[in-house]
């Protein structure tokens, strides 16, 4: 995979995730340790696999969702994740 800009995620999250994947990904920024599901193949599930390929975030390979509902990722942020993505989210807004 190709290296992950700042400015590569910003666009994916302005453009092509909806209020509502936003506002889990803020919401997950406010919650230390929080995890967030998604549905394979969706906006959601690439902006995290964008933030994954920049150690952004992590995928649970041990979730029990993601072994019950193989077709399910289950995501966290890393430190890294946390430190930037603050940053990166209010520059955006919410709509």
């Known amino acids: 995979m190709d290296e992950v800009t700042l400015a ?6 302005a453009r092509q995730m909806s209020a509502g994947d936003r ?3 803020q919401a997950m920024l406010q919650r230390p ?9 969706s906006a959601h599930c690439r ?6 390929a920049a150690d952004l975030a992590k995928l649970d390979t041990d979730s ?3 072994k019950a509902a193989p077709f399910i990722r289950v995501w966290e942020l890393t430190e890294s994740g946390r ?3 603050p940053g990166l989210i209010p520059a955006l807004g919410n709509g």
């Open 47 to 52: 902006f995290y696999e964008q933030l994954s």
């Open 8 to 13: 590569d995620l910003a666009l994916i999250f």
């Open 83 to 85: 430190a930037v993505l």
């Open 23 to 25: 506002s889990c990904v």
């Open 33 to 41: 340790g929080a995890q967030q599901a998604t549905t394979a193949g």
């Open 64 to 66: 029990p969702l993601t």
